[in-house]
């Protein structure tokens, strides 16, 4: 493996903890939007210190303000939704399995926006993956109640598509990645706030929009939380180099993640699904990686 591998390696590593870190912390008794909170707040401070060693550090123009508050805005709840499913009893398999059906939300974006053409092979893998999804939410004609806690999962794919969309217009003319992902969680923060006063006043559950003192212990563990699983997989992806790693293969390294995931809930949480249900992630993660290969074939 080369170096770019390596990192991106190492990033689906670092990204298999998120829903690891929350079930402990959601045992705890602390709520999605609450550890979201501290994530992102730890997280600025620990980019801060790495953009002022570099001392580069640049905050957003105001040219640049709307497009840092949209794409804010949309990795807030994307954070926000992979992480609230755990507050309504879905297995971390279930949910890490429904937030990768975002290759069929960007696949729908880039047929809306004509960015790429509409084929049998494409359409086939986009129903590839909603067959799946079916399968993992458990719904079936024996079993027709749904947890629709799987409704955050589902909406962290689509917001994730939004982001990885939005990211691929940042003005890295003006910005290095650290300081596009800086100024990224600055604006997350307001809009996620803002968020909570507005869903506080709507929802009594406790484990998305309570709020609990935390003890050493947890802010020890919501200090990893930022450090393992946010920032240094983000930032090493920043130094991956296209020409030692295609794109496809960068995507489909980072498809290491799910499967890690559901290795740690097993081994940590003895948690299992039914065999369906692995099968429907099986199925999601396939349609993930085909449109991969079906990547190259869209239009410019």
């Known amino acids: 493996m080369n170096r770019s591998q390596v990192y991106v390696t190492f990033a689906a590593f670092g990204f298999s903890f998120i829903l690891i870190f929350s079930r402990v912390l959601r045992n705890a008794g602390m709520s999605s939007f609450e550890q979201l909170s501290f994530r992102l707040t730890f997280s600025i401070l620990i980019l801060l210190l790495m953009i002022a060693c570099q001392r580069k550090l640049r905050f957003a123009r105001r040219s640049d303000i709307p497009f840092f508050a949209a794409i804010g805005f949309t990795y807030a ?3 926000l939704s992979g992480l609230s499913a755990l507050a309504f009893d879905v297995p971390i398999a279930v949910s890490v399995a429904l937030i990768y059906t975002q290759p069929i939300f960007t696949a729908v974006i880039s047929f809306a926006t004509r960015r790429e053409r509409v084929t049998i092979a494409s359409t086939a893998v986009v129903l590839l993956g909603v067959g799946g999804a079916f399968l993992v939410s458990g719904l079936s004609a024996t079993n027709p109640q749904i947890n629709w806690g799987i409704s955050f999962p589902v909406a962290a794919g ?3 598509a939004i982001y990885l969309w939005l990211k691929r217009h940042a003005p890295t003319n003006e910005y290095s990645p650290l300081q596009v992902l800086f100024n990224t969680f600055l604006f997350a923060v307001p809009m996620l706030l803002a968020a909570w006063v ?5 929802s009594t559950e406790a484990l998305l929009v309570g709020v ?3 003890d ?3 802010l ?3 200090f990893f939380f930022a450090l393992i699983s946010t920032v240094l997989p983000y930032s090493l992806l920043n130094y991956v180099h296209v020409k030692d790693v295609s794109p496809t293969s960068e995507g489909l390294l980072l498809l290491g993640d799910p ?9 940590f949480f003895g948690e299992y699904i039914s065999t369906t249900q692995y099968a429907g992630a099986a199925v999601i993660l396939a349609s993930a990686a085909l449109n991969l290969r079906l990547a190259p074939k869209s239009t410019g």
């Not at 507005?198 to 709507?202: D, E, M, R, S, T």
């Not at 499967?259 to 081994?267: D, S």
């Open 216 to 218: 050493l212990r947890q």
């Open 259 to 267: 499967i890690l995931h559901t290795l740690w809930a097993m081994l």
């Open 198 to 202: 507005i869903l506080g006043n709507l």
């Open 212 to 214: 609990v003192a935390p």
């Open 77 to 79: 709840f994307f954070a």
């Open 158 to 160: 689509l917001f994730y």
């Open 220 to 222: 020890t563990l919501l």
